[in-house]
């Protein structure tokens, strides 16, 4: 069967290369029994080439059956695929079949793949390695021989990157590869699809037939059809039922296209996810990071002491930093300059190398003062009530502009207020 005779046996439209492409990779993996990730944006017709797929293989007379796992509850898919047991979870109150049970020996289609639990990933990946399952309930391991077609509208491969997706799973199931192409690359195609399904809905709801203009025919072509097939025709069924001009020119045309359509598809602003379910775990990441860029400023300055020697310059260019770290070490009301507010006797470094003529030698004072070391605290939660501390302190104890400081939600910040005694 060449792929024109798959198009007419399947009702497929389009001349564009890149969907004769798609079609004949599936005439080609069709009669053999390897599993296939069709992928493919919605609306553009995955669940079509499934079912070529299994007309045109050996099981074309057992079962088929397409399994939409987006649309399974997160706690029932496990049931729903595999079946269970009498008793094994409430309402449970007799045995029932799974889809793999009941499509032993045939096909099955699992569309939008990628919504489907990690849970049930390590289920599925065992049936494609071994045809083994366990019933939810049972321990009894039975045996099936099913073939998986599976399509996601999600760049799987990112959700693998993100954890989201088991990464064995993905290479099990993306043995042969398939793209269905968007409407946008097919621009070809579209005003073909589009008069096939004006004069079939013609037909069924005996209404004159429909012409588009050519600037009618040039915006069906330049619109990006983000639903795809499915959103063309819905366009195509609106203007055959309800129009009453059966010319299409653009302006008419443009009523039935959303208004974004005749925009240029410039980068839009997208607005900032709510902070309102940071966990603990971002703050506590905010303060290792802080910690990691002190340690940072710290070495920087130990290499330029080291490589310049100890200079007011140094000294100068660092004020702010040295502040910090020795009001860190020793909390009073001191700074490096001047000297007679610290209190105590300073110590004379002496650098020689000489700034003026007159042989004048560079000198720092540095406070000698003993000072009991003090082992730094290592632990998260001593640090995470430093720092909200801190950011209440520099806002003057505005909680809101200190969760926004810190990163957080301003119930988060509540909430550890609460827990960590810093009413």
Not at 50 to 74: D, M, T, W, Y
Not at 374 to 394: F, P, R, T, Y
Request: proline share 4%; aromatic share 8%.
């Amino acid at each position: 069967m060449d792929i024109q005779d798959i198009k007419n046996r399947f009702g497929i439209i389009g001349n564009s290369p890149l969907l004769n492409r798609a079609i004949d990779i599936a005439r080609q993996v069709a009669p053999t029994d390897i599993s296939v990730l069709i992928q493919g944006e919605s609306g553009s017709g995955k669940e079509v080439f499934s079912h070529i797929i299994h007309q045109l293989s050996a099981r074309k007379h057992g079962p088929f059956i397409a399994v939409n796992c987006g649309a399974i509850p997160e706690g029932t898919i496990d049931s729903e695929l595999f079946g269970h047991e009498k008793g094994s979870f409430t309402g449970a109150h007799e045995a029932r079949k799974g889809y793999f049970e009941v499509v032993d020996g045939g096909t099955i289609f699992l569309d939008e793949v990628g919504e489907m639990p990690l849970s049930t990933q390590a289920r599925l990946l065992r049936i494609l390695e071994s045809g083994e399952y366990i019933r939810v309930g049972s321990s009894k391991v039975q045996k099936t021989n099913v073939r998986v077609v599976a399509a996601t509208n999600v760049d799987v491969y990112n959700a693998v990157q993100k954890g989201k997706f088991r990464e064995d799973l993905y290479y099990r199931l993306n043995t042969v590869p398939l793209r269905i192409p968007p409407l946008r690359e097919r621009k070809e195609d579209v005003f073909l699809l589009f008069r096939k399904f004006v004069a079939d809905f013609a037909d069924k709801y005996r209404t004159p037939g429909v012409q588009l203009t050519p600037d009618a025919q040039e915006l069906l072509a330049n619109y990006t059809w983000p639903g795809n097939v499915r959103q063309l025709k819905n366009v195509a069924e609106q203007i055959a039922i309800l129009e009453k001009e059966r010319t299409i020119d653009a302006a008419i045309l443009s009523r039935y296209i959303p208004s974004e359509a005749t925009k240029s598809s410039l980068p839009v602003f997208v607005k900032e996810q709510s902070k309102e379910d940071f966990s603990e775990r971002d703050i506590l990441y905010k303060v290792l990071f802080d910690m990691k860029k002190d340690m940072v400023d710290l070495k920087k300055l130990v290499v330029e002491l080291i490589q310049n020697g100890v200079n007011p310059s140094s000294f100068d260019q660092n004020s702010q930093y040295i502040n910090q770290l020795y009001n860190e070490v020793k909390p009073v009301a001191t700074q490096l300059y001047p000297h007679e507010e610290i209190g105590v006797t300073p110590t004379i470094i002496h650098h020689p190398t000489s700034n003026n003529n007159t042989g004048a030698s560079n000198y720092v004072s540095l406070d000698t003062q003993d000072v009991e070391e003090v082992e730094e605290s290592l632990s998260l939660v001593d640090k995470e009530s430093d720092l909200i501390k801190k950011a209440l302190k520099k806002h003057k104890g505005k909680r809101k502009a200190a969760a926004q400081e810190l990163g957080i939600s301003e119930r988060t910040l509540y909430r550890k207020i609460k827990d960590l005694n810093l009413e």
